[in-house]
Nanobody, 121 residues
């Protein structure tokens, strides 16, 4: 119900755009968010956006570099990642849930399979 794609390998300073296509019940969720899990780290919040609009919400670590956006007609949420750093290396997951732009995993009911992003120095 959530299909994430767009990961890959890039050098520091480069850019990638992730996509998350929602279908079924996930597409009617209130909020879609991106989380990531780096090597040896716990999964952490990255960004979230409501399907009906409003101000997105970002983790401090990505604010100013990442942009989350949505295309309601395609039921797809994007994460544009610029000025990538080696510490951005992680598996990125998209998630959908009913709470407004929540940074907490437990507020999300649906999860995609994850897409690997590797940033080399």
């Amino acid at each position: 119900q959530l299909q994430a794609c767009g990961g890959g390998s890039v050098q520091a300073g480069g850019s990638l755009r992730l996509s998350c296509a929602a279908s079924g019940r996930a597409s009617s969720s209130y909020t879609t968010g991106w989380f990531r899990q780096g090597p040896g780290k716990e999964r952490e919040f990255v960004a979230a956006i409501r399907w009906r609009g409003g101000t997105p919400y970002y983790a401090n670590s990505v604010k100013g570099r990442f942009t989350i956006s949505r295309d309601n007609a395609k039921n797809t949420v994007y994460l544009q990642m610029n000025s990538l750093k080696p510490e951005d290396t992680a598996v990125y997951y998209c998630a959908a849930g009913g709470s407004s732009r929540s940074p907490w995993e437990y507020d999300y009911d649906y999860w995609g399979q994850g897409t690997q992003v590797t940033v080399s120095s």
